[in-house]
């Protein structure tokens, strides 16, 4: 099959898989929307930490920033439940993006393991602040508005939002490393000193692709909020040791710096855990952390990576 | 010829160490200049201060006419100042091709302009230039697996890729297969009478850098020591001892 072909498949397959889930087996859609959750943290969280060689543990910043706008303008703004949740993931996506480009300037100024640590610091700032502060909930958190449609649509309705949002992010960070931003952004990673020496304005590009992967994720931040019902802001909207951590990993399971390893990783990440839950019940997180270390130790180049080595080696 | 880069008076000190103490220089248009001295005697550290990378103690640099020391290195690499690095800097993980891809000219470019892909003409550029310095055959080779002799001849591929008026090569022939460095060095030349690319070259190979600059400079212990035609500096007493040793 010609490569364009085969895109061509993998596009109808992920189509009729995306829209028939929910149909076929409705008992797993909440599951299956947190795939497509999945696959849209690991795809942004590459933009950075992939592709431009920013390590970021601070991205699930965005998320929350994502979730509490979105909730704060569903409580606040007295729209209707749709006119409300679309206010709401617009303000979620733009107040993300904003406190990207604010941030960025500085934080991207950073370089290596000190950027890491400064976006760790980030994300555990964000969750203490949103744990105290009164006018979102403080620790007590938001209740996210009643779903107007039938019971069980909600799940479905919110699971078609994310599976859009994750195919829209897939395309548009596909388009972005095919244009000269990707290359200037791999540029970056590869020898920002020479990037530099060249001429290239390496500030705003880092800038710029960080705010990419913040709207995308403030975006995601909103449907989530109402997926789940309940915005805490440790254990969901800047939850920092788990969607934090999940990102990085997912990445680098299926293979950073690359497109479609983030995809892989996420799909394989999702999948084990759900199966971990159902059949290690009570050993989970124990099982987790074991495959934490196998992937870091067994596959340091990912699944893409590890299938690239094997074949070069074959032939 | 006019002068197309003017180091005046330029003074550099780290902590107690002075590296550059008022060092002049004039590079006219057009020309092929050379920068030798000792090791230690402060020539990366006056391409560093030129190109921007750390700021100057006292003194000024001019391009074209611009005072250009408060600059930092994207900007100065706008104004068409590139320089090499004696270390080779090239970007490990992409291929040739990419690697020239993204070595345009960034003057004018804007966000809008980097979301458009790389160009026909772009890249047709890019496959000449890798084919003038002889990478063609290696061109979809990651650069990090290139020899560090083919790094050089990359980055220096990259360097005309931008189209820059001034190049500062900071020893291009160190490093660099002997049978090669013949076929270097006439590109060099060519890049300057074709290209219409003024040099100035950090050279340890006295045969190369002869035959290569019109006009040669020597730093020693941090200062100008010596400048004039290359025959003038090889027979000059001063720039032997500084070599030597002696005195």
């Given at each position: 099959?010609?490569?364009?072909?085969?895109?061509?498949?993998?596009?109808?397959?992920?189509?009729?898989?995306?829209?028939?889930?929910?149909?076929?087996?409705?008992?797993?859609?909440?599951?299956?929307?947190?795939?497509?959750?999945?696959?849209l943290?690991s795809l942004t969280w590459d933009i950075n930490g992939g592709q431009m060689g920013y390590n970021s543990?601070g991205n699930?910043f965005f998320?929350?920033?994502?979730?509490?706008?979105?909730?704060?303008?569903?409580?606040?703004?007295?729209?209707?439940?749709?006119?409300?949740?679309?206010?709401?993931?617009?303000?979620?996506a733009?107040?993300a993006a904003l406190s990207a480009l604010v941030l960025g300037p500085a934080m991207l100024a950073i370089r290596?393991?000190?950027f890491?640590?400064?976006t760790?610091?980030?994300?555990?700032?964000?969750?203490?602040?949103?744990?105290?502060?009164?006018?979102?909930?403080?620790?007590?958190?938001?209740?996210?508005?009643?779903?107007?449609?039938?019971?069980?649509?909600?799940?479905?309705?919110?699971?078609?939002?994310?599976?859009?949002?994750?195919?829209?992010t897939?395309?548009l960070v596909r388009r972005l490393y095919r244009s000269r931003l990707g290359l200037a952004i791999n540029a970056i990673r590869d020898?920002e000193?020479?990037a530099?020496?060249?001429?290239l304005h390496t500030t705003r590009y880092k800038v710029f692709a960080w705010s990419i992967a913040a709207l995308l994720l403030g975006?995601?931040?909103?449907?989530?909020?109402?997926?789940?019902?309940?915005?805490?802001?440790?254990?969901?909207?800047?939850?920092?040791?788990?969607?934090?951590?999940?990102m990085?990993?997912?990445a680098?399971?299926?293979?950073k710096g690359?497109l479609?390893?983030p995809?892989?990783?996420?799909?394989?990440?999702?999948?084990?855990?759900?199966?971990?839950?159902?059949?290690?019940?009570?050993?989970?997180?124990?099982?987790?952390?074991?495959?934490?270390?196998?992937?870091?130790?067994?596959?340091?180049?990912?699944?893409?990576?590890?299938?690239?080595?094997?074949?070069?080696?074959?032939? | 010829?006019?002068?197309?880069?003017?180091?005046?008076?330029?003074?550099?000190?780290?902590?107690?160490?002075?590296?550059?103490?008022?060092?002049?220089?004039?590079?006219?248009?057009?020309?092929?200049?050379?920068?030798?001295?000792?090791?230690?005697?402060?020539?990366?550290?006056?391409?560093?201060?030129?190109?921007?990378?750390?700021?100057?103690?006292?003194?000024?640099?001019?391009?074209?006419?611009?005072?250009?020391?408060?600059?930092?290195?994207?900007?100065?690499?706008?104004?068409?100042?590139?320089?090499?690095?004696?270390?080779?800097?090239?970007?490990?993980?992409?291929?040739?091709?990419?690697?020239?891809?993204i070595?345009?000219?960034?003057?004018?470019d804007t966000l809008l302009s980097m979301l458009r892909?790389?160009?026909?003409?772009?890249?047709?550029?890019?496959?000449?230039?890798?084919?003038?310095?002889?990478?063609?055959?290696?061109?979809?080779?990651?650069?990090?697996?290139?020899?560090?002799?083919?790094?050089?001849?990359?980055?220096?591929?990259?360097?005309?890729?931008?189209?820059?008026?001034?190049?500062?090569?900071?020893?291009?022939?160190?490093?660099?297969?002997?049978?090669?460095?013949?076929?270097?060095?006439?590109?060099?030349?060519?890049?300057?009478?074709?290209?219409?690319?003024?040099?100035?070259?950090?050279?340890?190979?006295?045969?190369?850098?002869?035959?290569?600059?019109?006009?040669?400079?020597?730093?020693?212990?941090?200062?100008?020591?010596?400048?004039?035609?290359?025959?003038?500096?090889?027979?000059?007493?001063?720039?032997?001892?500084?070599?030597?040793?002696?005195?």
């Open positions: 099959m010609t490569k364009s072909g085969r895109s061509v498949a993998a596009a109808i397959a992920v189509a009729v898989t995306g829209l028939a889930l929910p149909w076929i087996v409705p008992s797993i859609t909440t599951q299956a929307a947190f795939l497509w959750l999945m696959i943290f543990f699930v998320f929350g920033v994502g979730v509490y706008a979105c909730a704060l303008v569903q409580r606040d703004s007295g729209l209707s439940y749709y006119a409300g949740l679309g206010a709401g993931i617009g303000a979620g733009l107040a290596g393991h000190y890491a640590i400064a760790l610091g980030l994300s555990i700032v964000a969750a203490n602040v949103a744990s105290a502060w009164e006018y979102i909930g403080a620790a007590s958190g938001i209740a996210a508005p009643l779903f107007p449609g039938a019971i069980g649509g909600r799940a479905k309705f919110f699971y078609y939002l994310l599976f859009a949002l994750a195919v829209l897939f395309l020898d000193d020479k530099e020496a060249m001429g975006a995601a931040g909103g449907p989530v909020g109402n997926l789940v019902g309940f915005i805490d802001p440790n254990d969901l909207a800047f939850a920092g040791a788990t969607f934090g951590v999940w990085v990993l997912m680098v399971l299926g293979g690359t479609w390893g995809v892989i990783g996420a799909v394989v990440f999702h999948v084990t855990q759900e199966l971990f839950w159902t059949w290690l019940l009570g050993w989970q997180r124990v099982a987790m952390g074991l495959l934490i270390v196998v992937i870091v130790v067994f596959f340091p180049t990912g699944i893409l990576g590890w299938v690239a080595r094997r074949r070069t080696t074959a032939a | 010829m006019s002068t197309l880069l003017e180091v005046h008076g330029v003074s550099k000190r780290f902590g107690g160490v002075v590296a550059n103490r008022e060092v002049s220089l004039d590079v006219p248009e057009g020309s092929i200049t050379g920068l030798i001295g000792p090791n230690g005697s402060g020539k990366t550290t006056l391409f560093n201060s030129i190109a921007g990378t750390h700021p100057i103690d006292s003194g000024s640099i001019r391009f074209d006419g611009h005072e250009i020391s408060r600059l930092r290195v994207p900007q100065v690499a706008r104004l068409g100042i590139v320089r090499t690095f004696q270390q080779t800097h090239v970007y490990r993980g992409m291929d040739c091709v990419r690697n020239m891809q070595s345009t000219p960034h003057s004018g892909e790389s160009t026909a003409a772009e890249t047709e550029r890019a496959l000449q230039l890798l084919d003038f310095v002889g990478l063609y055959g290696k061109r979809m080779l990651p650069a990090g697996d290139l020899s560090f002799g083919q790094q050089k001849l990359l980055e220096f591929a990259m360097a005309l890729m931008n189209a820059p008026r001034l190049l500062l090569l900071d020893e291009p022939t160190a490093g660099v297969n002997p049978v090669l460095i013949n076929g270097l060095v006439d590109r060099l030349k060519r890049a300057n009478a074709e290209l219409g690319i003024t040099l100035l070259v950090i050279e340890h190979n006295m045969r190369v850098i002869m035959n290569l600059a019109s006009r040669i400079y020597c730093l020693a212990h941090g200062e100008m020591l010596a400048e004039g035609s290359p025959a003038t500096i090889r027979d000059d007493p001063r720039v032997v001892d500084a070599y030597l040793g002696a005195t």
